[in-house]
């Protein structure tokens, strides 16, 4: 009799377990299929992109299944564990702990960790490989703007607002920082990395599929940090060096005609800084109160007080702003011709 009793007591413990299992395994594989559906990256645009999101699949195909067994089990110990009317003042069984169960739930979840710590370090390494025939561009975060440089053979780098790069070129980003920490991340390469004063981090990237990709300051870095904003274009081979070609020789633009100022003070030259990120202007339609509002303050400026403020912004600030807030290489970034524009069109806009 004994023996029949002891194999009853059996089969009702192992019931709500097996019940636990097949609800779990329902459940993770719900999970899984809606993690794995969702997009959660945008367009890949680099081959480094593409070993980061199979890690990421891989990673929710290991973590839904423990967070559903940690949450079944959560709700079965609610369902058939929890106080009752009545219970409120008794004490639970005397349990001294399971040293088997103890080992099992340690030892599993360090087999996962390392198990998914080597995979990443792999990825990691792969990724961090340095390439043959690397194009170096330095990039520079200051508040409240990217610029970059791209060194050349006579030691005179060229100097952009813009980040141009060329389809299947691997490069190698020099990040550095002129004041605090910033954090360079194109999203669409999957990369990102701090850039900190008084030292130079990098990373290393193949662009592979053409387009424009936002490039975002991931580090919050002071007011400006939200338009602290860029674009990365990658362009074939051809189009780059022409586009190196312009930047050579700063002062022509590419049909000879005068840059289009109004462009210029919405988009940058081309995407990055532009000053209507930070300030307002209405012939612009922009709106930000980052910086002074220009048609407010324009109107009682010289020309050479506008350009002044431009080139050399912290000499002279507006009533209520902080030095430091504009960036001070826009007398480099910008060519003489496109700061002239900028000056003649700033003069003749403001307070329309
Ligand atoms: Cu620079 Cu945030």
Request: charged share 20%; with cysteine; glycine share 8%.
């Amino acid at each position: 009799m004994p023996g029949r009793m002891g194999k009853e007591r059996g089969r009702q413990e192992r019931t709500p377990v097996v019940w636990m299992v097949i609800h779990g395994a329902i459940a993770s594989a719900f999970g899984i299929a809606a993690g794995l559906a969702i997009d959660w990256f945008p367009e890949q645009g680099a081959s480094q992109a593409g070993p980061i999101d199979h890690l990421y699949d891989v990673l929710i195909w290991v973590s839904v299944p423990v967070f559903v067994t940690v949450m079944i089990i959560v709700l079965f110990s609610v369902q058939n564990f929890r106080m009752r009317p009545g219970e409120e003042n008794l004490d639970g069984p005397p349990i001294h702990g399971n040293t088997r169960l103890e080992i099992i739930w340690t030892a599993i979840p360090a087999v996962i960790l390392v198990v998914l710590c080597a995979y990443a370090w792999i990825v990691l390494k792969d990724i961090e490989e340095a390439k043959a025939g690397e194009m170096r561009i330095n990039v520079i975060g200051q508040q409240f703007a990217w610029s970059y440089e791209y060194p050349q053979s006579n030691g005179n780098p060229i100097k952009s607002n813009q980040l141009y790069l060329i389809k299947d070129q691997p490069v190698r980003f020099n990040v550095k920082a002129l004041d605090v920490i910033h954090d360079f991340w194109v999203p669409a390469f999957r990369l990102k990395i701090d850039a900190v004063p008084g030292i130079a981090t990098r990373y290393r990237v193949t662009p592979n599929r053409l387009g424009t990709y936002p490039v975002v300051c991931a580090e919050l870095c002071g007011l400006g940090h939200s338009v602290m904003r860029s674009t990365a274009t990658v362009v074939s081979r051809d189009a780059f060096d022409k586009w190196i070609a312009e930047r050579k020789a700063p002062a022509q633009t590419a049909d000879g005609g005068a840059p289009d100022a109004k462009k210029l003070f919405t988009d940058g030259n081309g995407a990055a800084t532009a000053c209507g990120g930070c300030h307002t202007l209405a012939d612009a339609g922009t709106s930000s109160t980052t910086g002074p509002d220009l048609d407010k303050v324009l109107p009682d400026m010289s020309a050479k007080e506008i350009e002044q403020s431009i080139v050399k912004p912290d000499a002279e600030i507006a009533p209520g702003f902080e030095a430091g807030l504009m960036p001070k290489n826009y007398g480099d970034t910008l060519s003489s011709k496109e700061l002239d524009a900028l000056v003649k069109y700033l003069g003749e806009a403001a307070g329309k």
